[in-house]
């Protein structure tokens, strides 16, 4: 619990989540429930921006900061890296999800509907943009793994034809990120639940490296 407690309040006083990302969630969730109010926008199309800017913020990039001793307290202090590893994602997802639910309570209350944020489509997107971008940067500098995100899909945009993006693999058949972006909102079938398993490989495995190099240098 002590243990816990000191990461939460480390974190608290080094977030790995950029002030102008933590603004933006917060700036899009605030203007979206106005447009929601106004009727101006639906729910789904307020998590859109958000599901992007969630990829930004969860692209922290551990291993450059650990690297650079900057996570040396908390290790001497006993924490495992797993569990340094853990809290730094849960730090990382964490604005992001804080936005995400915000934006569930305004949809309630201003559409009086159910909320699109906690759709199964919408939360299987939400997870897939918390989890793979932290991973994929973990040995990389902060934002990697999104500005790769946008260089794919910007080339993907000028040269495949319409509909066949496939940038990031995705849950159940072959689809990419874009396409999840069409899911929001909407409740997905049983096999479409399923993780595909180079999905679940990525996000074990490229960790590892980090995990091994910081043991090694302790």
């Given amino acids: 619990m002590a243990t816990a407690l000191f990461l939460v309040a480390f974190f608290r006083a080094a977030p790995p989540v ?16 106005v447009a929601m109010a106004a009727g101006l926008a639906s729910g789904a199309t ?3 921006p958000l599901l992007v800017l969630q990829i930004f913020a ?3 990039g551990f291993g450059l900061a650990a690297r650079r001793g ?19 994602w849960l730090a990382s997802i964490a604005p992001g999800l804080a936005a995400w639910l915000a934006v569930a309570g305004l949809e309630r209350l201003t559409l009086q509907t159910q909320p699109a944020a906690t759709s199964s489509g ?21 934002f990697a793994a999104a500005i790769g995100w946008l260089v794919l899909l910007v080339t993907s945009l000028a040269l495949a034809p319409s509909g066949q993006l496939h940038l990031l693999g995705g849950f159940g058949q072959q689809r990419g990120l874009t396409e999840r972006l069409a899911v929001l909102g909407h409740e997905r079938g049983g096999h479409e639940h399923a993780v595909q ?11 590892v490296p980090t995990v091994l190099r910081a043991r090694m240098g302790r």
């Fill in 197 to 207: 398993p180079h999905l679940v490989l990525v996000g074990l495995l490229v960790p």
């Fill in 46 to 48: 307020v998590l859109t």
């Fill in 122 to 142: 919408s939360v299987i997107a939400f997870l897939l943009a918390s989890s793979l971008p932290w991973a994929l940067t973990t040995p990389f500098p902060r």
């Fill in 18 to 33: 950029t002030r102008p990302i933590v603004l933006c969630l917060w700036a899009v969730a605030g203007l979206g429930g």
């Fill in 58 to 60: 969860a692209s922290s």
């Fill in 70 to 88: 900057h996570y040396d307290l908390v290790l001497t202090r006993g924490v495992s890296v797993t569990g340094l590893m853990i809290a730094h």
